[in-house]
């Protein structure tokens, strides 16, 4: 009875072709997937209570004529050199504000731990008792605390330094993020909440994370031209934020952790040296870029959302995305069906891409087919505070905030890349309308004089980055 029934339904879809079947095949698959996980798995929810990002002393700020001075008075380039960072610096999507780490303006152009360690506190202390202070939760109730920091990793670590400085409890369960490049904020998140599922603590608990960059001892003094361009765009910045699962906080969180992904691609050569830590023949040590750097964001990111796709993607976006492929198979285009990405923007409403280079923020909007109007807070933020490395997706997030973009039951996308080669997404959920925060970094910056739209018309003439050191 039932092999009747089926039968010539089985016999139909055998007279399908194969580029078509195959796709129809792999999205139901995934819609049957994606149901059963979310049956099978009911997660504690985590959510974001607040954050706040490190504004730095107006004295700090820098344009391009500060940098040009300051960078030029330790006379250890030369006329060709400083030529090549003014040509970066202009190129770079980087506006005439960002601020500039303090041993710059000392004078003293020597990369000390003393700085690394003043620089650390006064990024890390401000960000984190304006936090606590503000989410109404003392430093002994938290349970679980997470340190970012992908260059600088003193002994005893900053965790250490956080733990002492705050009182915090004895049993707390501290993590140190290293070495991960600009991912740092995206993975600090993923590990606190799974920290927080893990310990299961009666009542809920609460997670501090601290997500900061050293960029004093990042300095690079020597001539090598893959190695001077993070000079021109590394910046001050670091952010905390606040996870709980405490039940009753939700009521007062701003957003809720729908979901983190992780994906490596270390194994990759190519993607593994795409951006190195090394030593140039004379020994100064620095973060070498490779000409391999974009290409490898956009392998790496076609990996990473194939992944993520079927867990946040609507149906109807999977079957319009199989449509396609298969209609490109058809053609007999088989590059055109590789090329063909889903709509994420029917996924998400708000996107916080990672915006640590311009040439990176122009590869992701070329592989997702995002529109200037999409990436605009990236090349914003690029523009307003630099590459400030991890902590870069929450000053986009507050972006979002002070522009009042965000409503109650928004989907939010923050995806960050990082040296290794890896990507790492955290999905939100907006428990409330967006209101501009007292401490919104955002506060008091004139409506970008333009800046945005300098960027995309850089962008169009395409003056990449990585593609100058190249060239
Ligand atoms: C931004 O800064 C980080 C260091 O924190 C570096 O690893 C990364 O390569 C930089 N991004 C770009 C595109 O230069
Ligand atoms: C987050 O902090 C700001 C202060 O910067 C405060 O005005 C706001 O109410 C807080 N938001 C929530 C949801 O607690
Ligand atoms: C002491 C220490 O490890 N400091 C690090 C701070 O960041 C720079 C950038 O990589 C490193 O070179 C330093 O070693």
Known sequence: MWSTAVAPAVASLRSLPLPLLVPLAVSALAFVVTVLRRLLRRQRPVYLLNYSCHLPD????????????????????????????????????????????PFIFSGKFEKTLAFAVQEAEEGLFAAVGQLLAKSDVKPAEIGVLVVACSMYSPAPSLASMLVRRFKMRADVK???????????????????????????????????????????????????????????????????????????????????????????????????????????????????????????????????????????????????????????????????????????????????????????????????????????PARATLHRFGNTSSSLVFYELAYFEAKRRVRKGDRLWMLAFGTGFKACSNVWRALRDAAPDADNPWNGCPPLPGAAAAAVKDAQTGAGLVGLVNS
């Open 58 to 101: 107006a004295e700090r700020q820098v344009n391009l004529e500060v940098c040009e001075y300051l960078g030029l008075r330790c006379r250890r380039y030369s006329d060709d050199t400083a030529d090549f960072l003014r040509l970066i610096y202009r190129k770079s999507g980087l506006g005439q504000e960002t601020y500039a780490p």
């Open 174 to 376: 501290s993590y140190s993020v290293a070495g991960t490049g600009c991912s740092a904020g995206t993975v600090g998140v993923d590990t606190a909440a799974r920290s927080l599922r893990a310990r299961r603590a009666k009542g809920g608990s609460y997670a501090l994370v601290v997500v900061t960059e050293n960029t004093s001892l990042n300095w690079y003094f020597g001539e090598n031209k893959h190695m001077l361009v993070t000079n021109c765009i590394f910046r001050v910045g670091s952010a905390a934020a606040l996870l709980t699962d405490v039940p009753a906080r939700r009521a007062d969180a701003k957003y809720e952790l729908v979901r983190t992904l992780r994906t490596h691609h270390g194994a990759d050569d190519a993607a593994y040296n795409a951006a190195v830590q090394m030593e140039d023949e004379e020994g100064n040590v620095g973060v070498a870029l490779t000409k391999d750097l974009v290409r490898v964001a956009g392998a790496g990111l076609r990996q990473h959302i194939a992944t993520l796709g079927p867990r946040v993607l609507p149906v109807t976006e999977m079957l319009r995305y199989a449509w396609r492929v298969s209609r490109a198979y058809a053609a007999g285009s088989p590059k055109q069906a590789a090329a063909e990405v889903p709509d994420f923007q029917k996924a998400f409403d708000h996107m916080c891409i990672h915006s640590g280079g311009k040439a990176v923020i122009d590869a992701v909007a070329r592989l997702m087919g995002f529109g200037p109007d999409v990436v605009e």
